[in-house]
């Protein structure tokens, strides 16, 4: 008997022949179960309680240690050890196979929704419940913006109907008729979203984007309301009363919309967009249009969903875009991604609240699945985000707290802003419109064809810049991005522009 | 002038005074853009090239060198050093901020759609298209199963519009009708799903599930036609006549689906199905079957997609479950996810085949996003995946290969199903219909009650298994699992048994 780990009485080095390969192998492994507590045990509890203050755990079997799991046996975070049938795709039986693998946080990627490892609610409130938006203290990760979007939705479908209800108690109907796509288990409810907004590209989250003909062309969508979205004039404090006027109607279209697809039997459960269309134009609107809007949502009962995928991460100044309408309550659901490293939504954690609809409830039949303890499952997936996500953003947000990186943006994106400003002074006939919020900034081109032009002539020149909407360009600096990287980015555009002059 | 890294010259130690935190601060940077060639320049090119060869690479900037990005600057393997404003989430930015971001292949979460790293087409050839499946040679990876299933999904109706065009350029009133989800840009397609198929929880995916109500409930779906999936006796060999009789009554009633969609004006654009059922509850078809199944779809012009989420990756004792069906050309499409460590599609690569429906076409205007050189972006999100995984992916397949894991999973899951059959004689009130490939395993279990028991008192015993279907146990036991493994779970199992009988 071989120990490479003295100090593990019970890892032994297994030695057998192997059939197949005809040669004896080697395999470090424990030698067989080995049941300490009741599972889940005592420690699992108490990390399920605490993950319960922060997400739906309803499916959680109970918590495991990865860094002691070997070969067949998975160690759960109360020293059991169990032979696991249950579909490890987590390679914990690779650990001793591959020096790659010492990397343990990151091969052991868990179904973080049935066995999550000891330390995902510590990091998960250390990196994103730590800049959760207000009136809001639970968060659903995923992999990535789609699904996020897409399993947002699902919530509000579900809150919708459980307010149609009355009780959150299906009938017997609801549960026959979903199993073949009929109403009412599969409802006709939408989502109002706006024209120029982009949410996605999975086919619920598509049905809401409206940026650009090519994501959407050739897919079959939902007959889902939407809505246009403030057209304004730039600077906004220039030309306040025709923005309101621009905006009034809008919100009005809103609410017609909202009536109308109500009275086609196809009500709207949830409004989405974004503090700024991003991939639609770097379009603006004001604090008293999300205000109204907000309040329109709830007039109406329907849900409110603010999709900061491309706005979070506090490129804006603020953490969170909708942090500059200055509401205690600016939202029923907030998505993110990108910037953050992984995917998810926050959501509100009063019980009358959204988030009831994300428990499990007593009247379905469980789902037959890994978990016998809980009927969730029903905002899930296999992998609901990866681990090692957060606890790089748990560093990231260390990095931007301990540089005061979120003052700098807001400083660097006001010169930044300025110098678009004496740009478009100086050469009126090629910009316009320059906007911004921190260094979430954007100015529109003449047409097209110059636009791209001068993106090309920025990088022959060592400055990559992206293009939004029919005709601006966006720019998109990472947090670390100085004064100084404005002044040499300015010289360079101004080179630029004066080719195109 | 202070230098960390004495053999990168122009990488200096800028120290300037933060407004902001009124102090002096550090950042280790460039000093500025540096272009070497033209962008992309050879080297892009050439990675440009070999990545073509596996996947769609129309919307690719240029490959980067994130190992030498710092700060605001990001270098392309041509060595070009350029300021990059065109939103940076991956996290070079942080590289010397941080010990845990020298982890740099994890940091850098590249957008790999638009610009991967240099050694992206390298890992995914030993990755990923090293295992591909008989007839496919190109591949795109996805965050996770659903996505995979969902750009699955869009491909085939990107496809069959093509095909139904004769060419692939839209029409303006596609074009316009899209952008408010209205035929004919959004087409009225469909997928044909079957009853008790497993696809994922995003809309479109969610739209072909059909194992539990759970699942489904509450949220609007497609009107998709649904085809039974024949309910054959086990041992299959024992009940061939059977078998084949209700194999064939499915068969019938997929072509009158087709035939019904298409006169209902909604079409199948493609047939979506899994090599075994899993969710469903592990219900096993014959080859003979699916080899029908693929003529008719070829015979009515739908793209055939086979799920491979949770049977792909060697479990069956085959790396894909319908290498089991002895087909040349099994499958369009064969979408995987889980063990694989990250998610994705294969496809064809015939040119009158279905990858053409990916590619960029001519008629449309670019997107107007970051990329200027392409119309790609059809089949596109932020991150298509995370090359770490496939990092990990290529030691997982060297292991399965260096240790002949298929063939131990051939000979154990031969063992298990002995043992299993052996049991069900034993225990013919409690156990039926054993059925496997590989160690990919399932028995019946009276009633739904007593099989959740069994699976607490295994657990208890320190041996975890999971459910399946209405009342069925699944194993699904690591690619580890050896006969010595059998031995120990078939004693607990029999022990448990013995309590219930």
Redesign the interface.
């Known amino acids: 008997l071989h120990t490479l780990w003295p100090d593990k009485q019970e890892l032994r080095l ?1 030695r ?1 022949v ?4 005809a040669k004896t ?1 080697l ?1 470090f492994e424990y030698n ?4 300490k507590t ?2 889940p045990g005592p420690r699992s509890k108490e990390l399920t309680k605490q993950l319960g203050e922060m997400q739906n755990v309803g499916a959680i079997n109970f918590f495991c240690n990865y860094e002691e799991s070997r ?2 046996y ?1 160690v759960d975070v109360d020293g ?10 987590y ?1 914990y ?2 650990v001793h ?2 020096p ?2 010492l ?1 343990s946080a ?2 052991n ?1 868990p179904a973080l929704g049935i066995m999550p490892p000891e330390n995902f609610p510590e990091k998960l409130a250390e990196s994103l419940l730590s800049v959760a938006p207000s009136g809001m203290s639970r968060v659903q990760t995923m ?5 996020s979007n ?2 947002a ?2 919530a509000m ?2 809150w ?3 307010k149609e209800r009355g009780h959150n108690i ?1 009938s017997d109907e ?3 008729s ?5 109403s009412p ?6 989502i109002l979203s706006f ?1 120029g907004g982009f949410h ?5 989250c598509l ?1 809401t984007t ?1 940026s ?13 309301p ?1 809505a246009p979205f403030p057209k304004l004039k730039y600077p906004l404090e220039e030309f306040t009363r025709e923005n309101a006027q621009e905006e009034a109607r809008c919100l009005e279209e809103v609410e017609d919309l909202i009536v109308q697809w109500r009275q086609k039997g196809r009500p709207v459960a949830g409004i989405v967009i974004e503090p700024i269309q991003a ?1 639609g134009g770097d379009n603006h609107a004001t604090p008293d249009f999300f205000k109204k809007l907000r309040n329109i949502a709830r007039k109406h009962g329907s849900a409110f969903h603010v999709d900061e995928v ?1 706005t979070g991460g506090g490129t804006t100044g603020k953490f969170w875009a909708h942090e500059h309408w200055g509401m205690d309550d600016p939202a029923d659901i907030v998505s993110f ?3 953050m ?1 992984t995917g998810g939504f926050y959501h509100k954690d009063e019980p009358t609240s959204l988030w009831l609809c994300v428990s499990s409830f007593p009247g ?7 978990c ?1 303890l809980s ?1 969730a ?2 905002i ?4 609901m985000g ?1 681990p ?2 957060n ?2 953003l748990a ?2 947000l ?2 931007i707290r301990r ?2 990186l979120l ?2 943006v ?2 660097s994106g006001k010169t930044l802003l300025q110098g678009l400003y004496q740009l478009q002074d100086q050469y009126p006939n090629l910009l316009s419109s320059a906007r911004g919020q921190g260094t979430f900034c954007a100015i529109d081109i003449r047409d ?1 064809a110059t636009r ?1 032009s001068i ?2 002539k920025a ?12 005709r601006s360009i ?12 404005v002044h ?2 300015l010289n ?1 555009f101004s080179d630029v522009l004066a080719e195109h002059n």
């Open positions: 297994v057998y192997s059939k197949a390969a192998q395999e067989g179960p080995s049941m009741e599972v070969g067949n998975l059991n050890r169990m032979l696991d049938y249950t579909d490890p795709l390679s039986w690779l196979r591959s790659l693998f990397l990151f091969v990627r992999a990535c913006g789609s699904c897409e399993n939705y699902k479908f579900i919708y109907r459980n299906p609801d549960m026959s979903c199993m073949i796509n009929q288990g599969c409802p006709d409810l939408s024209m996605g590209r999975t086919m619920g049905a409206h650009k003909a090519i994501h959407k062309l050739d897919v079959p969508s939902f007959d889902w939407i991939e491309q991604s990108k910037k490293l379905l039949p469980h789902c037959g699945c890994v016998l009927q499952y029903r899930f997936n296999t992998w990866d090692s996500k606890l790089f560093e990231v260390n990095v540089e005061n003052e700098e807001t400083r097209d791209n993106i090309l990088r022959d020149k060592g400055v990559l810049l992206g293009g939004c909407g029919d966006r720019f998109r600096p990472a947090l670390v991005f100085k004064e100084h990287h040499m980015f360079v």
